[in-house]
């Protein structure tokens, strides 16, 4: 996980979870011709646990087991720490079933007596379902492991409910597609091995190939206990080592990497215990505490405010042309008619009125060129740059030598283009500037008029430009620009024209005491240009304003029905976006997050959303809330207490291990106590619980 290459825990506070195990080995042949002749091999067995690293296996030999055998495996086995668990794979008219018990003697006498029963079976024959209830009369407290059939289908009988039950696979491929599946069954991959080194099938005894064939568990050790409830939860179960958490210390107490509970009576030391988790990773830490009302007032206030400044930004990105169109506008001083203009050409058209020589004045009738508007090309030109030099852009496309060899091309045609008017412009210029300079001449030495310049095509392409601007803005209604969903609500981000002068000051952020009303009778007229200009000859406007002062934003949170959020709902909400942006950090505390949440919220959102954070962050959560605490089903979980003495201590285990340990082991606890005691107020509310509940449903 990232995190822990982050904050660097120290290699021996660490310590595994994943126990890898292979739940299917022979050792034995069946002596019908079920199975391939071969002679066990301890050698092999040894060096296939070493190279697999197996830390648990299970003996399931077909419709056999051989005590001394499996006697001499333990053995061998106990050396290396690696638990071995008697067993027997089981042919059932309705399919094959390993069948595994825990390693103590009640259970081997029952694997003898079966086997002695099942000696005389053909390799063609099966049992039927009596004659196992009849036989295994302990598999209530075994593991099951039905094989699957090429469809991923089990052939389960119904009739046995009450042993645990795991779907067997043969290969990664099936493991997968049947973990991914909805329902819950839990998929197991095995070896099916043949431990031996004089065997035909060199498939069934190729350790490399083998040692890929196993599956990890989740779990405080190798017992067949804690491997058994383990089995219970498909999440405690993978092929993938990293999928699967390990355990840690903080101050001496073991929580695991992935998701863990914290349960306790009030003034039980639970706050202390993520205090301290706080003080040792500090800036690793994103802490989320119960949302009191201001708090939540001012957490949301800031969500929309964000949510809109994004909304904005998006919807002035996809509008940039016209934007930057406007900003053009109020940013160059209009173009108007000098006041001497009109006498000049009056002057002028008298001169030509009297004079009995118009030659003379042929050079006064030359009009100046008129300068083409190139400043758009710079424009182009940035933005062509910008997707040549966006990286991101490239990692998502196909053909990117000749996406990007296309844009260079692109922009080496516009920049000449570019060149060629720029080169056009100045020329006209310094002609324009000959002509100037001539008529001037002309005029000082004949004392004759000459035809006043100016630049009416400039004059009307700012016109037009400000109609155009007008009429865009003028087009724009109310509308919806973002909706950003978030489980079952949304944050909408809308824009309208505005209603009033105070609108204005309230978009702008200006003070009552700034004037604006008399530019808003501008607005009032669709007169946009004329109202952005007013303010900003008064210093009431910024150009990164612009949209501000045209537009009325409003932000609001909603249900998916579009109807305000209530107060409670509003709680979920903040607490959906806390948990949002607690992905930044790598170890997130929840101190009881159930405050104001009604329960089907809990169910359907947050159970989900704290399951998914703890895959890639080590996750903390409080709460005294027995939904949450009931359907979280955590890696660890975690209990605050005090002991005799009144002392304040704090046991963990592996939640599906169903016991708790304090660091040294001497206090051991049973996780179901605890949990009722802290969640439910004790046994006997509970149980009164459960009969109110029965009267309710009796009414």
């Keep these: ?289 119960q949302f009191e009302s201001t708090k939540r007032e001012k957490f949301l206030n800031s969500e929309k405010v964000n949510s809109g400044n994004e909304a904005i930004k998006d919807w002035q990105n996809s509008n940039r042309i016209q934007l930057e169109a406007v900003q053009d506008t109020i940013q160059n001083n209009a173009v108007e008619i000098p006041e001497t203009f009109f006498k000049e050409l009056n002057r002028y058209a008298e001169d030509i009125v009297k004079s009995k020589s118009k030659q003379s004045y042929k050079i006064f009738e030359q009009q100046n060129y008129a300068i083409d508007n190139i400043e758009w090309y710079g424009n182009v030109l940035n933005r062509i740059k910008e997707l040549i030099y966006t990286q991101q852009l490239w990692t998502t496309l196909d053909n990117v030598k000749y996406n990007r060899i296309s844009l260079i091309n692109l922009y080496t045609k516009v920049r000449n283009q570019y060149n060629d008017l720029f080169i056009q412009n100045e020329k006209r210029k310094y002609i324009n500037h000959i002509l100037d300079i001539a008529k001037d001449v002309v005029s000082n030495q004949t004392g004759k008029t000459k035809l006043p310049s100016f630049d009416f095509t400039s004059m009307m392409r700012q016109r037009i430009l400000i109609n155009a601007a007008n009429k865009w803005i003028s087009a724009i209604e109310p509308t919806k620009i973002r909706t950003k969903k978030l489980m079952d609500y949304k944050i909408v981000t809308a824009v309208r024209p505005h209603s009033g002068a105070r609108e204005v000051q309230q978009s702008l952020s200006l003070g009552t005491s700034e004037k604006v009303s008399d530019a808003y009778t501008y607005y009032e007229k669709k007169d946009y240009i004329n109202y952005l200009n007013i303010l900003k000859s008064r210093g009431l406007l910024k150009y990164s304003q612009i949209i501000d002062a045209l537009l009325m934003r409003e932000t609001k949170l909603l249900t998916l029905d579009d109807e305000e959020a209530s107060g409670g709902q509003l709680v979920s909400l903040a607490l959906t976006l806390s948990l949002n942006k607690s992905s930044t950090k790598n170890v997130i505390l929840i101190d009881e997050p159930e405050a104001s949440l009604d329960n089907p919220f809990i169910k359907n959102n947050l159970v989900k959303k704290l399951q998914d954070l703890s895959k890639e962050r080590v996750v903390f959560v409080i709460t005294h809330n027995s939904t949450l605490g009931a359907l979280l089903k955590p890696d660890y979980l975690i209990v605050a207490k005090k002991d005799s003495e009144g002392q304040h201590i704090i046991l963990s285990g592996e939640y599906s291990s169903k016991k708790l340990n304090d660091n040294s082991s001497h206090f051991v606890s049973k996780s179901y106590d605890d949990f009722i005691d802290s969640m439910e107020a004790g046994f006997n509310t509970f149980e009164m619980k459960g009969s109110n509940y029965n009267e309710l449903k009796n009414f």
């Design 1 to 289: 996980m990232k995190f822990f290459s982050v904050i660097g825990i120290r290699k021996e506070k660490e310590e595994k979870m994943r126990k890898k195990i292979d739940f299917h080995i022979h050792t034995i042949p069946f002596q019908k011709g079920k199975d391939e002749d071969f002679s066990y091999s301890a050698d092999w067995l040894e060096d296939y646990i070493g190279q697999a690293k197996l830390n648990a296996i299970a003996i399931t030999n077909h419709n056999l087991f051989d005590a001394e055998n499996f006697k001499n495996v333990t053995s061998l086995c106990g050396k290396k720490n690696v638990a071995v668990f008697p067993g027997m794979e089981i042919d059932l008219k309705s399919g094959h079933v390993n069948l595994i018990y825990p390693a103590e003697q009640k259970y081997i006498d029952e694997l003898v007596n079966c086997s002695t029963k099942m000696a005389g079976l053909d390799k063609n024959d099966s049992i039927d379902l009596t004659f196992f209830l009849e036989n295994f009369t302990s598999y209530a407290d075994s593991i099951m492991t039905f094989e699957t059939g090429k469809s991923n289908t089990l052939k389960k009988p119904d009739q046995l409910k009450e042993a645990v039950f795991t779907a067997g696979v043969s290969n990664s491929l099936k493991f997968q597609k049947m973990w991914n599946q909805e329902f819950d069954t839990v998929p197991v991959l095995f070896s099916d091995a043949h431990a031996t080194k004089n065997g035909n099938d060199l498939s069934r005894s190729d350790i490399p190939k083998l040692a890929h064939k196993n599956t990890f568990i989740q779990s405080d050790s190798n017992s067949f206990e804690d491997i058994r409830n383990a089995l219970k939860y498909k999440k405690n179960v993978n092929i993938f080592e990293d999928e699967i958490h390990d355990s840690f210390e903080i101050d001496g107490v073991r929580v695991s990497k992935g998701l863990n509970l914290i349960i306790g009576r009030r003034g039980s030391g639970k706050t202390v215990f993520i205090d301290k988790i706080q003080h040792i990773y500090q800036d690793e830490v994103y802490r989320i505490s």
